[in-house]
């Protein structure tokens, strides 16, 4: 039987797949899934991980299903082929960006996405100033 952990990544790998309409990198999925992995273990794998994900789950497959539209968005915009690292690290930088600024009002939804190396500060920015109050809980 498989980790809830395994089961959350593959729902949001499957998710990110499913809104790029351009091929990704096996690379580009590897590095997300590194990002991600260790987040979803340490947050999926404790004792009360299938609550956790009750209440989070359709929210990180959402999350996933816009980092792949803005990757894809990304990889377009630059006429690529296919979606690669930087497109996606691109991505994750909005996403980041989401994580953070609705950690205001949730605070388990950052850490989902805390470890992630790339620097969101000005997609935050961006963020609070066009939505600057959080959706409720």
């Not at 729902?11 to 590095?31: S, V, Y």
């Not at 299938?50 to 803005?70: E, T, V």
């Not at 915009?77 to 996403?95: C, I, M, N, P, Y």
Request: charged share 30%; glycine share 6%.
């Amino acid at each position: 039987m498989k980790r809830l952990p395994e089961i959350a990544m593959k729902e949001c790998l499957a998710e990110l797949r499913a809104a790029c309409r351009l091929p990704i990198e096996q690379a580009g999925i590897e590095l997300v899934a590194g990002w991600l992995r260790p987040n979803f273990e340490r947050i999926l794998a404790h004792p009360d991980g299938g609550k956790r994900w009750a209440d989070h789950g359709q929210r990180m497959r959402d999350n996933a299903r816009y980092l792949g539209a803005f990757a894809d968005f990304f990889a377009s915009h630059t006429s690529a082929d296919a979606v690669g690292a930087e497109e996606l690290k691109r991505a994750f930088q909005v996403v980041r960006a989401d994580c953070t600024v609705r950690a205001e009002r949730t605070p388990l939804a950052y850490e989902y996405c805390r470890e992630v190396p790339v620097d969101a500060s000005d997609a935050e920015a961006f963020l609070q100033a066009v939505a600057p109050v959080p959706e409720p809980v």
